[in-house]
């Protein structure tokens, strides 16, 4: 009888996962937009060049600035902080208590032939890869790059307008 009490009340308690999908996808499709966002607002303050990197198999993403001497590294003299808890900018949505979500995948197209998982933003704030290049070289973003996250069976697709550099959740 007791049993049979506890799984009742579990069953009430604990509600399942689908119910909570919609919401942590939600949640991890509104941190990639304000990674997004953040990296190219620190491109257009400090007129470097900056990234937002997305690892779908770690599920992370990551926000830092490439070097003013070399445009194809990351400059790590210079590490870029999350502007709330000041630490450097790097989310991994595999961790934490309970089930997360996932980066299902990245896709930014900045030439024909290459389509990468990061994001690069310019000090006028549109998206052009630099990497390996010297600025004049630039490579601007050829269509939308999107990031898809996952939590459960719900998904959700961050936009990056390739023209203004506009992200749309």
């Known amino acids: 009888?007791?049993?049979?009490?506890l799984a009742i009340a579990m069953t009430i308690a604990v509600p399942p996962v689908d119910a909570i999908s919609p919401a942590a996808a939600d949640a991890a499709a509104?941190?990639?937009?304000?990674?997004?966002r953040f990296a190219r607002r620190e491109a257009m303050r400090t007129r470097a060049y900056h990234a937002a990197s997305f690892d779908p198999l770690l599920s992370t993403l990551r926000v830092y600035r490439l070097s003013t001497v070399d445009r194809g590294?990351?400059?790590?003299?210079q590490p870029v902080l999350h502007p709330v808890?000041?630490?450097?900018?790097r989310i991994a949505f595999s961790e934490g208590a309970g089930a997360q979500a996932t980066i299902a995948s990245a896709n930014f197209k900045y030439d024909k032939n290459l389509v990468t998982r990061y994001a690069v933003f310019g000090p006028d704030g549109r998206p052009a890869d630099v990497h390996g290049l010297q600025v004049k070289d630039a490579k601007p973003l050829m269509e939308a790059g999107l990031v898809t996250v996952r939590h459960g069976r719900v998904e959700r697709t961050v936009s990056?307008?390739?023209?203004?550099g506009r992200v749309v959740p």
């Open 160 to 164: 990056l307008e390739p023209d203004t």
């Open 73 to 77: 590294v990351e400059d790590t003299g």
């Open 30 to 36: 509104g941190e990639v937009a304000q990674a997004l």
């Open 85 to 89: 808890d000041r630490r450097v900018y």
């Open 1 to 5: 009888m007791v049993v049979a009490v």
